[in-house]
């Protein structure tokens, strides 16, 4: 049945759905169903409006009310993030959860913002530009702190490498992030790159930035002070991604196309990265004229987020002519124009003695500003379409106090049974050529093999301050150039840990992430995470969530750093099958002088050992090498000891301080034998490897214990280094020197491998399989 | 052998920044009077006569377009 | 101190690495607006890198009608030196100071490495304080690098020494005969794929070789 529509007859002969309509017609039929939300939920906006929404209102409350938007089967998890904050974890936050993105006090006069978000399912459908307008989302998120943009990394997980769909989306995705960050002129310092079965028919794109600016300059998305100006600048507003709030604009609810009505659109975006460069420059420009008062950036939801957002966090109202928006489609509805996802549009609450000044800016830059409505004292948000309410909420209701759930939690009937089928009784390489066999499978399997391929498709050197990139353990940027302050990024997840055991897998992420930053040689300082999940409603996929967050709150606080932000993606799955739980965790640092930064190859300098810090024990669980031999997932992920990692870290930024350490390399997946490889390669140096006496050479050579960093220190250094260690309760072990001209990798006992043999099996892998 | 030809163009609702950018240099350098400039893809294919509409229909929608994104037309130049 | 303009258009993104080569060469970094016809008595420009227009259409296609390059143009044609880097080089082809064009890469991706270049030229106000034949180490990031022009005009560089920079240890793109820059007839306007401004210190560039192309052209400023 099609219920005959009412409404107003607005200039445009399309009956527009307004608030005195809803008053006059309670019982009218909604579609509230196909736009995602629940008959209570339906029932909770009637009863927070006293009347039915409208067409407009109700586009706003389901796109704000989604999973995306409003966290509501996360929000009583991550709560716990709150409670496991201390008053000196926060000493250094200025923004957290809640903001845009994160905070920190870097020292200096110096702030650092920072954010990893996830753009997953539209990466899928539109592999390029779902990857493009993932960088700029987060892109502009830092800039709506204030800051000024200064690096991205990019977390990809795709499908096994030789599946055929793999290539159509690693291809889409790494020309996307490149083409856009490219031309955006943001250097790309790192990322990661993961092949599982899970993720294929659920790509990952997981995208990270970085932005700085001086303390004084924090902006926050607040629209305060009646009879400030509320400003759209950047792109006009189109048909991108508005596709489930179509079904509003059609006769029937199930959005078929019909005469004269608009046709399902599709749910994706494509980016235009110089209108975003510009816009960027525009933004800084204004904050430097002082004539902001806040700001915000219209990502997921668009107008309705960004309109509802600033007005719930300022201390009033707001009224916006929706008419004057600036558009780019005829015939576009309100319900439509506030749904919009058009890329590259920010939001500004300007002074009207300050308008001129900001139209000037934005007119340099020739980048489109329209005074679309002002703060009002109304504590309402009220849109008009040509003098009609179409819509008028409490803003509070809709940005920040949707539906909260209690999703059912229950571990997984077979979480014993596939911890209980560990690695043991899987066949291991006994004789020596197997070994070296084997290294060499391991050096050129997906998962391991140089990322170069992918990373040689990102600028990392625009705006001149990229001093570590990928491949090293972190990335590394110049903050300040007369001081050389600088800060490093690392983001890290191994899915299968996470699948093992979701609470130890986060703390293994996060270690890795806070080792990674720490080998460098900066001192870590907070924590971003973007969690990707399947279904929440799977109560299965919930207590991975939870146990996930729990794990990882709780190592913040044994590393006393914390998590300034974060991002939740669910629904990662396809039919009943999630992918491997994913909790992507970044962790930032920072470091006073760029210039002590340890690089992560081997140098040519003479006279070097080689030292193996950490303990290594019989650790396969969810192993590389169970993943690439034999195909098994099962048993229980290496121990996180946090209070090492913790020590771990103090080492080494100490002598990095003390100008000890010519090189370090952290382990992780595929052990020693994988981080002596990359040492070599990056550096071009040879080294000759000496197992401890009476060990197990497998073990050693591919166990994936935590908490271990190989280093390289000159032969002199030696014995006030192991001193140090000794000093401070951190096993260290001389595993063998470096043998810069001898262009071999000579391991006793096992193998023997020439330099130019390890990069053809290293870096050729992926061309192999992409090119 | 045929001469076929396929053209694809952004769908309406997509924003076409290289189109936009061609149509804001225009009035800069004088020329005045145009409204807006999409930009496509032409593709000219020359293929054997055994491959029939339906082949070239699937070649297009599955390889040389994104449904998603674009809409495209084939036709065949010379029979 | 000598006055080296850059040019910023809306999508230049290596512009403020030109104007730090510049200065840390020992020159005074000018910063000249795409829609300025105004070049701020300057002595040199350098068009740096960058998607200005975002490339669209074609690269360099729109930017080349900028205001700032018609004096860009003028000034060439008395002698003033101008180097293009990347879009840069890619601008100067399409406003017609240095001949042929740039195409995209030939496996048509993006490439961001570190380049071999050998300095076939040490006679243009750009690489007079390279040794010939030297070997430098340069930051290349693009996707539209592959120089073309036609086989006369490749003959003409050649036998007239115009080929100022040619990829060495292995060619990035497919460019005709490893050309990585070229330069005008009389040496004065010289145009390059690779980014010399991302060469200037090791601890963000592979080397500092590139260094020396902005220290080359305070002497051609002295000595025209």
Known sequence: MTTEPVGSDLDHGQPVDTVECAGLTPDQRQPYRELGLKDDEY?????????????AELAMYSVMWSEHCSYKSSKVHLAYFGKTTTDDMRARMLAGIGENAGVVDIGGGWAVTFKVESHNHPSYVEPYQGAATGVGGIVRDIMAMGARPIAVMDQLRFGPADAKDTRRVLHGVVAGVGGYGNCLGLPNIGGELVFDRSYA???????????????????????????????????????DGIGGVS?????????????????????????????????????????????????????????????????????????VWLDRVPLRAEGMTPAEILSSESQERMMAIVRPDDMDAFLRVCDRWEVLATE????????????????????????????????????????????????????????????????????????????????????????????????????????????????????????????????????????????????????????????????NFGSPEDPGVMWQFEQAVRGLADGCRELGIPVTGGNVSFYNQTGEVAILPTPVVGVLGVIDDVGRRVPTGLTDEPDQTLLLLGDTRDEFGGSEWAHVVHDHLGGVPPTVDLARERLLGEVLVAASRAGMLLAAHDLSEGGLAQAVVESCLLGSVGARIVLPEGSDPFVQLFSESAGRVLVAVSNAVVPAFTEMCASRGLPLTEIGIATPESGILHIDGVATLGLDELRDAWEGALPALFD | MARVVVDVMPKPEILDPQGQAVANALPRLGFTGVGSVRQGKHFELEVDDDVDDATLARIAETFLVNPVIEEWVVRRVTP | MTKIGVITFPGTLDDADAARAVSSAGADAVALWHADADLRGVDAVVVPGGFSYGDYLRCGAIARFAPVMGEVIAGASKGMPVLGICNGFQILCEAGLLPGA??????????????????????????????????????????????????????RLEGEGRVVFRYVHGNPNGSVNDIAGVCSANGRVVGLMPHPEHAIATLTGPSDDGLDLFRSVLDAVVNP
């Open chain 1, 43 to 55: 029932q909770r906006i009637v009863r927070i409006l006293g009347r039915r929404p409208t067409d």
């Open chain 3, 102 to 155: 740039l195409l995209r890469n030939a496996k048509l991706h993006f490439v961001c490495r570190d380049q071999w270049l050998r300095v076939d030229n040490t006679e243009t106000a750009w690489t007079s304080r390279f040794d010939r034949d030297a070997e430098i180490l340069v930051p290349l990031k693009n996707i539209d690098g592959r120089y073309i022009a036609d086989k006369s005009t490749v003959d």
């Open chain 1, 201 to 239: 028919g659920n790509p990952l794109l997981n995208a990270g930035c970085v932005g700085a600016m001086r303390v004084e300059d924090l902006h926050l998305a607040h629209a305060s002070g009646a009879g400030n100006k509320v400003i759209l600048f950047g792109a006009r507003t189109g048909l």
């Open chain 1, 372 to 531: 679309i409505g002002e703060v009002t004292e109304t504590g309402r948000l009220v849109i008009t379409w040509h003098g009609h309410v179409v819509v008028d909420v409490p803003p509070r209701t809709v940005a920040h106090e949707g539906p909260v759930y209690q999703r059912p939690v229950e571990r997984p009937a077979d979480q014993d049974a596939l911890r209980a089928a560990g690695p043991e009784s899987l066949t291991r390489p006994s004789t020596p050529r197997e070994l070296r066999e084997l290294l060499l499978r391991m050096v050129s399997s997906p998962n391991l093999a140089s990322k170069r391929w992918v990373t040689e498709q990102y600028d990392r050197y625009v705006r001149g301050n990229s001093v570590l990139a990928q491949p090293s353990d972190s990335g590394m940027v110049r903050v300040d150039e007369e001081t050389g302050r600088g800060v490093a990024m690392s983001t890290d997840c191994n899915g299968r840990y996470c699948k093992l055991d979701p609470y130890i897998g986060a703390q293994l992420a996060l270690a890795e992430a806070y080792r990674n930053v720490a080998t460098t040689g900066a001192t870590p300082l907070a924590v971003t995470d973007c969690m």
């Open chain 1, 247 to 319: 079904v509003l604009a059609s006769d029937t609810f199930s959005g078929e196309e019909s005469a004269g009505r608009r046709k399902k659109l599709p749910s994706v975006q494509v980016g235009d990265p110089f209108t975003e460069k510009v816009l960027i420059e525009c933004c800084l420009e204004l904050y430097r004229a002082g004539v902001v008062v806040g700001i915000q950036d219209l990502g997921g939801a668009g107008l309705s987020c960004a309109t509802s957002e600033l007005a719930s966090a300022g201390d009033g109202g707001m009224h």
